[in-house]
């Protein structure tokens, strides 16, 4: 798993944000970087498909503290199990989850979790 991802900073919509949610993106699946207008399009299927089920969602993004890179996302007002589907659904390394204002990234080979803290002393505005 690409270790920038411990790092990522979240930029959310100004939204009421759910006691617990996943944030998933459909961007570069398998961590490798595609064409923006191959991640566009599966961004697009990723937000018709949440349309499709009835979630309730919101734009995010993450991306590396300087700036470097940037995926874009959605939050998504789901259980752990769903978020991890539709994460593996769309071919990624990792999504994240939020429970009770703590951030945890969700390696979806192995299911593995690292706890990276407060999730609100890393979302900032989207910009």
């Known amino acids: 798993m690409n270790p920038a991802y411990v790092q ?6 100004d939204v009421p944000f759910p006691e617990s949610f ?3 993106t459909a961007y570069n699946p398998n961590g490798i970087e595609q064409d923006e207008a191959l991640n566009l399009e ?9 349309k499709k089920k009835r979630f309730d969602y919101f734009r995010c993004s993450g991306e590396a503290p300087k700036g470097t890179w940037k995926e874009y996302g959605w939050g ?5 199990a ?7 659904q769309f071919t990624q390394e990792a999504i994240f989850w939020i429970d009770s204002d703590v951030l945890y990234l969700i390696h979806l080979p192995d ?5 990276l803290g407060s999730f609100s002393t890393r979302v900032h505005p989207l910009t």
């Open 82 to 88: 769903m978020g991890i589907s539709l994460g593996m």
């Open 76 to 80: 998504i007002d789901c259980d752990k």
């Open 111 to 115: 299911l593995s979790e690292m706890n």
């Open 42 to 50: 599966a961004d697009q299927a990723l937000e018709q498909l949440l």
């Open 8 to 13: 990522t900073v979240i930029r959310a919509a």
């Open 22 to 24: 996943a944030i998933v």
